[in-house]
Every structure is written in structure tokens, then in C-alpha cells.
């Protein structure tokens, strides 16, 4: 069956990457339709609205998506560059991504973190003596995509109403005397059910591939109410799966242990938050956000995305040198979410055998700094890199 993708590139780079992974995809075979949907800073800045409705309508109806990337900037900023003409009414800027996700409660993130063998940007670490180790890291992140601290429910300047409610708690006494214009909350809302769903996710995927522990990295010792409910959710569907352990760490912990000994996690689980933080620090050590992958799965709408931002400043570059590899990952477990799992298979050794063989590298694989020059040292364009893995394809 032919299908339908939504390909929305979005801001900066994500206008180079997108049309690359397409590439690779018809290179494999995959025959689809895609149909361009607007998102991003353009539309926040003339449409007051940075996903509009003829997008939401579209993936309404076709359900999966293909992402690249989105530019973002602070409050302040957002209003500034807002048309005059929409100025003053109201228009408030959100990520459109994570407006994507709550609106298609696209709740289960995963950003798979596994190092390609010759990578010249895998993590090492001294080993006994003068030795120099290359650990495998082969680590999955389940991040729970709508609630937590990327719920919204926020105020600078709170309403009587929501100061007269947090005041019901003791802990509100060390603010009693700061007025609400000269105060700012971020609420961490959790709910039981949504804990299950990402928890439950996490260990199915860890039986399916073989995973022998999933890790609840929270924060139950001082974030007690909404880590300790992940936390203690967990502890119950462990149980239905014997043989995989359960483990937990504390976020700031595992930070550091992820350095230390990264091969050990198999699957994490996290807070939206928390698994936004982790999994960017897993991706550090397989190559960086130009390999760094993700799918944001809800129960009717899939889209996926490459974790990296816009990186504005690259979008103009004649030849482009960003790496294309995240944005092709991405659509790679579009693939696999499709059941195309001959296709995903074969478009990852292709990028695998590229990696390995080491003739075709982007600058950020050779440890430059990004810019024009870059293709004098022996940087690959981001299409000869998609060039590359399609020839292997062959």
C-alpha cells in the first residue's frame, strides 16, 4: 500500500535534512506520497501560530510525519520578532513540537543512543595501564513525551486564585513574602496512567530486542510525589517481566555514570524532562545530535524527528555540510513503526558500512569547526554522505 507521509522540514537545517532522508527512502524502495505542512518560526512571526491548523489537520488525517527541525527562542524575543500587525492581541508563543505532541497525545518517546563501530566520535575511556577502551553503547530512551515539566502550567505573576491554592501547602511558607509579580512557577504534573503507558512501553521494547534491565532515572528522593509515582509504577509492571531487571538511578547520578560505564543501560525511562536530558547525553556519546534519532508514538499519529535543533546559521551554507544521518535514522523507525523492517534493516547497514569504511565523513565526524572552509579539510556535503549510504544501498 502506498502511503501518505506529512513532511513538514520546519526551521534551519531541518529544510536541508528532510529532503535527504526522502532520498534515501525511495533509494530503499519505500513508496510513499509526502505532503509538505507548514511549522515553525516563520509562521509563529506572520500567523501568530507556529503550527497551524492545516497541519494539525493534516497529520489528523494521514498520521505519520516526517520532522526536521524547529527554531525556538525565549518569551521576550518571540514577541519581538511577532508581526506588528498581530502584536498586543493576545498571540502567545509555545514549541510547536511539543504543542504537536499534547494535541495527538503522542505520549511515548524514543530516542534510541547506539554507537555506529568506527565512528570517529564514540566515546573512550582509559582502561588498565596505557589502554584505551571503545565501550559499546547500545542504550535506548523512553521519555515520557506530554506531561512533567513540558506540561505548560506556568505563570509569572500567578492568579490570586492559583497563590491561594499552592499556600494550602507548608513548603509555600518560604515564599509568603514574595509578591506574585516578583514570582515565576513551573509546575511537574504526572499522571498515574500516562507512567504506566511509557513504564509498559519501555519493558515491551526491552523484551522484544533483548534488553536484560530497564532504568527509572528520576529524582524520588527529593521530587518524591512525581518521581516516586514512576517510580513505584514501575516496581509493579517489573513483575509481569521476568528476567529483566528493574534498576533506578537519580538523574544527576546517572550523569555521571553515564561516562563511566555507558554500556551497562540498556533501556531508560524518564520524565519529560529528565528523558530529555539523558538522552542528549547518551547522543554525546555516539557521535553527537547528528546521530541522534527519535519517534514520539501516540496511539492513532506517529511523527518522527532527529533530536538536533535548527542550527540556523548552517541553513544558507552552499553546499550544506549538516549531517544528515539523525534526519535518515529518523525515518528509519518510521520504517520499522510501518512494519518496513527489511527496508529500516537495510538502510542502517548502508549507513553502518559508510561509518565503518570512513571515506565519507560530515565535518562534525572530523572534529571541525562548522563553515565554508570545512570541504577544504575533507568534509563530505550533507548529500554526498546521502550519496554515500544510497550506494551502498545498491
Known sequence: MKRTIVAMPGDGIGKVVLPESIRVLEAAGFEADYVHADIGWEFWCSEGNA????????????????????????????????????????????????SMRQHFDLDICIRPCISFTGNPLNFVRKGSGSSIEEPIVNTVVFRQNTEGLYAGVEWTNPPQAVREALETHPKMKAFKHVESKDMAISTRIMSRNACRRIIRAAFDYAKQFGYTNVTVCEKPNVLRET?????????????EYPGISLWDTNIDAQMMWLTKNPEDYG????ENMFGDIISDGFAGLIGGLGFACSANIGKDVAVFEPTHGSAPK??????SIVNPIAMIMSAVMMLEHLGEKEKAGKIKKAIADVVLEGKVKTYDMM??????????????TSQQMTDAIIAKLK
Do not use: W
Not at 533501556?267 to 524518564?270: E, F, H, T
Not at 548552517?314 to 553546499?319: D, F, I, S
Not at 572534529?367 to 563530505?380: N, Q, T
Open 51 to 98: 503550527l497551524p491548523q492545516r497541519t494539525i489537520d493534516l497529520l489528523a488525517k494521514h498520521k505519520i510525519g516526517l520532522f526536521g527541525a524547529i527554531t525556538s527562542k525565549p518569551k521576550d524575543a518571540a514577541d519581538k520578532e511577532l508581526s506588528p500587525a498581530l502584536q498586543n492581541k493576545g498571540y502567545v508563543y509555545f514549541s510547536p513540537i511539543v
Open 227 to 239: 518521581s516516586g509515582m514512576m517510580f513505584s509504577e514501575a516496581k509493579i509492571i517489573a513483575k
Open 267 to 270: 533501556v531508560i525511562v524518564a
Open 314 to 319: 548552517y541553513e544558507k551554507l552552499n553546499p
Open 367 to 380: 572534529k571541525l569547526k562548522g563553515g565554508p572552509d570545512v570541504f577544504a579539510k575533507g568534509a563530505c
